[in-house]
């Protein structure tokens, strides 16, 4: 028994690998499409290529996990039926594709030989597209995984499946916790197909009608010099540079006199050497400020990049008093 799992390229049929065309041609070979919304579909059945598509699988299941181990189990079960079989994916098996590592583990529990045949990935083919190369500090995510916290405006930023407007609204709104309005993003549609196209907006204009949105709607943030909010990097970066001054702090009465007296009650532990007293009074300030955050954050009054920018000039303003450069 033996699944090949291909790669079908990010649209135009030139972009996939030799094999993986060989395979998709070869009528002797029962083959499983885990979807048909792909450009090259039109093409293979107008050349009444036979294929089924796991799109039903969709529509039934209740989340994408439930979807992703019902098309596992069933390619499984395929393979034993059919001895051989081609499992498709858009792209390139390990580029945002979830059924893949999957499928290879449930094939290694049942002894079944897995073969990868790779093709263009969708990041090769908006590369070009964009005509960047945006490969160092890149953070790549689909619009369904995407971990706003791991955003950093330093770094380029690609996500994909943006599917229609209103994800497009909803990550238009997270990333405004982020980047200022206008920023300039890049929306790429069909990258590598016929019908491609790069379209330069401003932030602002990310869910506006004009713009369409499909399954091949990828967006693309190009690394910024300045954020639009500070985060904890460059708070600690502020107070190491202060570090070297901190008695001058003291002196020239930047602390409230309640801060100071948790400082003199600190200091007296770290002489008698209780460390363990340290951190519960240190946690305790530390889960308080978290606390009243996200209280602020839950009444929309402000969010943590407010109180971390506020916080960062602050800082600015002491070392200004300090005369550090």
């Known amino acids: 028994m033996k ?12 972009l996939i690998s030799k094999k993986a065309y060989d395979l998709i041609f070869d009528s002797k070979v029962r083959k499983i499409f885990r979807t048909k919304q792909h450009e090259m579909i039109n093409e293979l059945e107008s050349k009444n290529i ?7 699988l969709y529509d039934s299941s ?13 390619v499984i ?13 858009p792209g390139s098996p390990f580029v945002t594709e979830e059924t893949p590592k999957m499928i290879i583990e449930k094939s290694e529990i049942e002894k079944i030989d897995v073969e990868i045949i790779p093709s263009v990935s969708f ?54 916790e982020i980047y200022d309005d206008e920023q300039d993003i890049f929306i790429v549609n069909s990258s590598g197909g016929k019908e491609e196209k790069v379209e330069k907006v401003k932030l602002y204009e990310m869910d506006y009608g004009h713009i369409q949105y499909n399954h091949l709607t990828s967006i693309f943030i190009e690394s910024v010099k300045e954020k639009k909010f500070k985060d904890f990097y460059d708070l600690k970066k502020e107070f190491e540079e202060i570090s070297d001054n901190i008695d001058k ?25 209780d460390y363990v007293k340290i ?31 506020t916080a960062f000039y602050k800082l600015k303003n002491i070392k200004k008093r300090l005369k550090i450069e």
Do not use: W
């Open 50 to 56: 036979d294929f089924e598509s796991m799109d039903y």
């Open 123 to 176: 990041i090769d083919s908006i590369i070009c597209s964009l005509k960047k190369d945006p490969t160092r500090n890149l953070y790549i995510s689909d619009y369904f995984n995407i971990d706003i916290t791991r955003i950093n405006p330093h770094d380029n930023i690609l996500i994909s499946q943006v599917y229609d407007r209103f994800k497009a609204s909803d990550l238009k709104i997270k990333l405004l």
């Open 62 to 74: 209740e989340n994408f996990e439930e979807v992703y181990g019902k098309i596992t189990d069933y």
């Open 279 to 309: 951190e519960d009074i240190l946690s305790e300030k530390i889960v308080n400020i978290f606390l009243i955050i996200s209280l602020l954050e839950k009444s929309e009054i402000y969010s943590i990049g407010d109180i971390v920018n």
């Open 249 to 273: 702090i003291y002196d020239l009465d930047f602390l409230s006199i309640e801060d100071n007296e948790s400082i003199k009650i600190i200091s007296k532990f770290i002489k008698t050497e």
């Open 3 to 14: 699944i090949f799992i291909i790669g079908l390229g990010p649209g135009n049929i030139d």
């Open 77 to 89: 079960e395929s393979v034993k039926k059919y001895d051989t079989i081609v499992y498709a994916v």
